[in-house]
């Protein structure tokens, strides 16, 4: 299914707090904004979109008994509930009618949380949550309220389970768990667990009715993230899991600033040095050749001179799209700097020659639109293929290799073979 940009619905009868939401929205969330001020709008928008979350005002002229979150719920669309003031009779009803959240309208940081809300409900549809819990009602309780959120829910009745689970999908991002299970109780799984997914990849959040009170310690000692005691409320609940999951984004964040480059999104020279030479060493430990190509764009100069640097922007974005897609799950996938990019591949030396020389000429017969400006480049490649060299040797024998690709033309690919004495071979 190809990928589209979701609908954020907006209800509310004031047009400076309406203008004021859209505006933040736009700036946070990656779709299309659509706004109403009475009950009426919002029926005849919903006759006529679709919308992955909405916000809206508790009470309208037109509905001023929240009959608009009754009808967007009908419609099957997760809600979040803004109100000028919120008794508690008002928020038990709210959360009866399994809503994503409700916030006061109380100022900046009431707007800002309640567009985070509806930013992570978007993010979610992409994000696995495992749910451990002996109990069939609890477990049920727990998936039913992720579900609001819009998370994939797995579920597992002990430990054991959970780690098949976990298994099948080892890119379960959050996992919550009793304590109190047959066959693996909470700790031993939360260990299990650790040893194998850190704290920066993956969040843990604890439960129990049990009393002991060092049971929560146990837990964030044992490799947790949090911990919640039986019953809790929704709130309490979605406030718990949304803090977690927003930490994971925040490390998430951190780490692509240090290892990727800002502009392609590949991996940055840091990244490169840090992780390649234990790769090359566990494939060569394996009786593997190991193939690492140098690669830039060609006459990139005078692409720059001739549309500007804003064209050569979007010619090494473009390349680095195009690099991800085609290499990514094979290896590691890097700019060095500037039009230069570099590729460690796991494929061996036939098939990694292959799909370059495939790649080059894709690029070559690739047109691309900037500025109303058709535009066209090419790429020049040296692969370096190696049973024993280290890092920095590769890179400099395919530095040479590339070399040889420009004085022989541009637009081609040329190989350093050390598994025998041939150099530059053709493919």
Not at 119 to 142: A, G
Not at 148 to 170: D, I, K, M, S, T
Not at 208 to 232: C, I, M, Q, V, W
Request: charged share 30%; net charge negative; aromatic share 8%.
């Amino acid at each position: 299914m190809p990928y589209t940009m979701p609908n954020v619905l907006v209800v509310d009868d004031s047009k400076m707090f309406l203008q004021v939401l859209v505006q933040s929205l736009e700036e946070a969330v990656a779709g299309r904004i659509i706004s109403a001020g009475s009950l009426e709008e919002t029926r005849a928008l919903l006759d006529q979109h679709e919308f992955a979350v909405a916000m809206l005002d508790l009470n309208l002229p037109d509905a001023p008994k929240g009959e608009v979150v009754d009808l967007v719920l009908e419609k099957g669309i997760p809600v979040i509930v803004f109100a000028g003031d919120c008794t508690d009779q008002t928020r038990e009803r709210l959360w009866s009618k399994n809503i994503v959240d409700y916030v006061l309208k109380e100022g900046g940081e009431s707007l800002r949380y309640a567009v985070r809300q509806a930013r992570r409900v978007i993010l979610n549809r992409e994000v696995k949550v495992l749910v451990v819990e002996d109990s069939e009602m609890v477990r049920t309780m727990v998936a039913g309220l992720l579900r609001v959120h819009r998370f994939q829910v797995f579920e597992a009745a002990n430990g054991r389970e959970g780690l098949q689970v976990l298994n099948a999908n080892p890119d379960i991002r959050l996992i919550i768990t009793d304590y109190e299970m047959p066959e693996m109780d909470g700790i031993r799984f939360v260990r299990a667990v650790r040893a194998r997914h850190p704290k920066e990849e993956m969040a843990i959040i604890g439960i129990s009715s049990h009393e002991l009170e060092y049971l929560s310690a146990r837990f964030l000692k044992s490799g947790a993230n949090d911990f919640l005691t039986k019953p809790f409320s929704s709130e309490e609940f979605y406030c718990r899991v949304s803090q977690n999951m927003d930490l994971l984004e925040y490390i998430q964040t951190i780490k692509d600033y240090s290892e990727k480059d800002f502009l392609t999104g590949l991996f940055n020279r840091r990244y490169l040095f840090a992780q390649a030479p234990s790769r090359i060493r566990k494939k060569q430990k394996r009786g593997g050749a190991v193939c690492l190509a140098m690669l830039d764009i060609d006459y990139f100069k005078k692409i720059n001179d001739q549309y500007g640097h804003e064209t050569g922007d979007v010619v090494l974005r473009d390349l680095g799209k195009q690099l991800r897609r085609h290499f990514a799950h094979r290896g590691i996938a890097a700019r060095l700097g500037g039009e230069e990019f570099c590729l460690l591949l796991d494929d061996d030396a036939a098939s990694a020659a292959a799909s370059l020389e495939k790649f080059r000429r894709e690029v070559a017969a690739t047109d691309f639109t900037c500025g109303g400006v058709r535009c066209s480049f090419s790429i020049s490649i040296g692969l370096c293929v190696s049973t024993h060299l280290d890092l920095e040797t590769m890179l400099k024998n395919a530095d040479e290799a590339l070399y040889m690709a420009k004085n022989n033309g541009r637009n081609r690919l040329e190989i350093w073979n050390n598994l025998d004495t041939t150099r530059g071979l053709d493919v």
